[in-house]
């Protein structure tokens, strides 16, 4: 099918066409999750795409889920923590060069105190969008969209959140299909993981609200965020 061309084309390297293309497929078959997944992960490589936006849009309306805010990782096609950290390092490095050049000068400190205050604001402004875009690179690292589950009844909307790690337990909330969920990690930063005695592997996620939070199988999400070659990397090896 063209679905499994696709996802055999994106396991060699990705794009967004190819994301996005997959995710209207998926859509036109209502697998919102899977669907609103593919737009994510276009996004991600082409945040101004109008079309994919508004595909994303229209996905995540059908499917009832709202968008967590979360914001690209990428400005002007550098990654936004590096972005904000070449500003602050600008801003530091160029406001001391001008401070120290009007100190040589022997300019009294009331007529460069204007300057003065203009570089603080600035260098703790820089220093707080990076500290914040720091954050949104770990969240969306930790993200996960909730996805269709082929092992129970494909007509549900919803996936239970677990009390514990198996299918006989209870269900401590309900996670909508194509909604954002996001792994909980241990001390070392990695996602709590548990494989129970079925074998079945599972991860303990919470909602970006913390109103919801429980286990769920791993095949029961998807990463925004995964490990694969861009497809002009894979075209030039």
Known sequence: SAISSYEKALKLGYS???????????????QYGHSI?????????????????????????????KSVGLRSVDILGMNIENFWLISVVLVFWTGAFVISFFYFLRW?????????????ISLTS?????????KDSQNLAREVIVLESFSENNDTSEIPLRRYAGKNSSA?????????????????????????????????????????????????VGLILEDHKPMEQVQTN
């Open 16 to 30: 967004s066409k190819l994301y996005g293309n997959l995710g209207n497929l998926y859509f036109k078959i209502k």
């Open 37 to 65: 997944l593919c737009y994510r992960k276009a996004l991600i490589l082409s945040p101004s795409n109008r079309e994919i936006s508004a595909n994303l849009d229209f996905a995540r309306e059908i499917a009832g889920v």
């Open 108 to 120: 009294e400190w009331r007529r460069i105190s204007w300057y003065l205050l203009v570089w603080l």
């Open 126 to 134: 820089s220093f707080w969008f990076y500290v914040d875009s720091v």
């Open 172 to 220: 401590n909330a309900m996670a909508i299909i194509g909604e954002s969920l996001f792994l909980q990690t241990d001390e070392n930063g990695h996602p709590k993981k548990h494989m129970n005695l079925s074998g079945e592997n599972w991860y303990l996620v919470v909602s970006a609200d913390q109103g919801k939070k429980g286990w769920i199988r791993t095949e029961e």
